[in-house]
């Protein structure tokens, strides 16, 4: 497995999730944790960074703390919740076989084995603690506290910065704020920012698959091809409901779960939107496939959705030349049909010149399958 990139979570299960399925809590209670000296060395990366790419900006992001999602076999529609019920966050322990103690430390680490049954649909990994890290041939499963509310993924969100996210997860002290938030908050990942991105696998009428090669002016994977993404943004959730604030007021009592659902996917169509040119009008609603793991960036976690278009590989292609909000941003569009894409493996000589989250995007893709026929029974 390429080590660049792994998979948090899929939503095989479903062909992946919309947004009516998905829910959010907000908490300062997901924040990353910090102190002073840390602070200053924030302060000091973003400093130089800006000193050579004065084109970045500093924006409030949405941090993932933890996730909760349904069993493969609980159906929403059902008046009945499942007879076993897992902990929000840690991978798919029942909770009727475990304590309290047991839930803290399957979430900080330890395998599942080394204190309750597993479930053997689903293999864990916790090396990185509260958002596990799972290799993309495997997943993490953990059932939602309400079955009832018919929400299968439940993201547990705080709040973070671009600056942070450089200054942290970008730090090359990286591996040094592990093990001081391990020591001292009993969490390797305490003090790092993980952002969550969103990405897209865009398809067009005739099933391609689009792909755009990253300028060489971007933060991160310059001239490499990736899918169109960017993140979910606080301040448009904020916008979005009547708040008129700056990037550093933000904070989550200013914002809905309704509304941050909201935002993560109708981010992704303005991503592409911005980065391809293409109408809103012209997509379908976002599918979401799962959440990815960037290792290049700490393990820096993406949503990643499937995207339908309306219009054809030409079309798409006279619309990307004409440039759109952030044409900038890209230098070429590549297109791939779907029967490549679900063959694209590390032996692929295309995989090379793919970032961590086009393959991600792309490992989710061939799990998830979510253009495919849809099973009418469970």
């Known amino acids: 497995m390429d080590p660049e990139v792994s998979l948090l979570l899929h939503t095989a299960a479903w062909r992946g999730l919309r947004e009516s399925q998905v829910e959010v809590v907000l908490s300062d209670r997901f924040n990353r944790q910090t102190d002073p000296t840390l602070e200053r060395q924030i302060?000091?990366?973003?400093?130089?960074?800006?000193?050579?790419?004065?084109?970045?900006?500093?924006?409030?992001k949405f941090r993932l703390h933890?996730?909760?999602?349904?069993?493969?076999?609980?159906?929403?529609?059902?008046?009945?919740?499942?007879?076993?019920?897992?902990?929000?966050?840690?991978?798919?322990?029942?909770?009727?076989?475990?304590?309290?103690?047991?839930?803290?430390?399957?979430?900080?680490?330890?395998?599942?084995?080394?204190?309750?049954?597993?479930?053997?649909?689903?293999d864990s990994d916790g090396e990185n603690g509260r958002v596990n890290q799972v290799s993309s041939e495997q997943s993490v499963t953990q059932i939602t506290d309400n079955p009832q509310s018919g929400s299968l993924l439940t993201l547990k969100l705080g709040l973070t910065c671009y600056k942070d996210y450089l200054g942290t997860n970008w730090s090359c002290r990286e591996a040094e704020l592990r093990q001081q938030g391990e020591v001292e908050f009993s969490d390797p990942l305490a003090l790092l920012a993980q952002p969550l991105g969103v990405g897209g696998v865009l398809c067009t009428g005739d099933s391609k698959v689009v792909l755009i090669r990253r300028s060489q002016k971007v933060a991160e994977a310059g001239g490499l091809l990736d899918i169109p993404g960017g993140h979910p943004e606080p301040k448009v959730v904020c916008e979005h409901l009547g708040w008129a604030v700056k990037e550093e007021q933000i904070n989550v009592d200013m914002m809905q779960p309704?509304?941050?659902?909201?935002?993560?996917?109708?981010?992704?169509?303005?991503?592409?939107?911005?980065?391809?040119?293409?109408?809103?009008?012209?997509?379908?609603?976002?599918?979401?496939?799962?959440?990815?793991?960037?290792?290049?960036?700490?393990?820096?976690?993406?949503?990643?959705?499937?995207?339908?278009?309306?219009?054809?590989?030409?079309?798409?292609?006279?619309?990307?030349?004409k440039g759109g909000a952030e044409a900038n941003e890209s230098t070429d569009i590549v297109f791939l049909s779907r029967e490549d894409v679900l063959q694209l493996d590390r032996c692929s000589p295309l995989w090379s010149e793919l970032c961590p989250s086009a393959k991600g995007a792309v490992l989710l893709y061939q799990t998830v399958k979510p253009d495919g026929e849809r099973s009418t029974s469970r």
């Open 43 to 60: 302060e000091e990366v973003w400093a130089e960074r800006v000193s050579k790419e004065p084109w970045l900006f500093n924006g409030s």
């Open 66 to 122: 933890s996730f909760c999602l349904a069993s493969p076999a609980f159906e929403p529609s059902s008046s009945e919740s499942p007879e076993s019920t897992l902990c929000s966050d840690s991978p798919h322990i029942p909770k009727s076989d475990c304590s309290e103690e047991q839930f803290q430390n399957i979430r900080l680490g330890k395998t599942e084995s080394d204190f309750c049954g597993s479930d053997p649909l689903f």
């Open 258 to 321: 309704k509304a941050v659902v909201s935002e993560l996917y109708s981010s992704v169509c303005a991503e592409i939107r911005d980065e391809v040119n293409i109408p809103l009008s012209s997509l379908g609603e976002p599918v979401l496939m799962g959440i990815a793991l960037n290792h290049i960036s700490a393990g820096r976690p993406s949503a990643e959705f499937y995207v339908s278009c309306s219009l054809t590989s030409d079309e798409v292609r006279e619309l990307y030349w």
